[in-house]
């Protein structure tokens, strides 16, 4: 075996050791299936359509920048930048990388909520999400 071949494997090795998750390392029914078993329940397409398009109280609803069904190109409330569609049957993107999946849950959770989603938000609207269907 080369150095650079054993070099490469033990790069590979080192990444899968930390959990440093990578692009298209995951897909949009294994993020639901992930957090349905946090939640301890499946989760509910209606529940997350309409945890989907609530404000909570606040300004923004996940649709404000999505949009309603999340099935085309959205736009952020603030900063107008283009978000590409959400709903996984109209980007094949969406939800495949856990380290994306993570930071905007995160992210927008904050920004909507002010605070984290639960297990249980996140796998109502994975449901609702991987629901809607051209």
Known sequence: MTSLRKLTLAAFSTLAATGISHAADTTAAQQLAHWSTQAGSPGNVDKGKVFFTTRHGGEWSCASCHGTP?????????????????????????????????????????????????????????????????
């Open 70 to 134: 999340p099935t085309a190109q959205g736009k952020h409330a603030s900063t107008g930048k283009s978000i590409a569609p959400l709903a996984p049957a109209f980007n094949p993107k969406a939800f495949t990388d856990t380290a994306k999946v993570d930071k905007w849950f995160r992210r927008n959770c904050n920004d909507v909520l002010s605070r984290e989603c639960t297990a249980v938000e996140k796998a109502d609207v994975l449901a609702y999400l991987n629901a809607l269907k051209p």
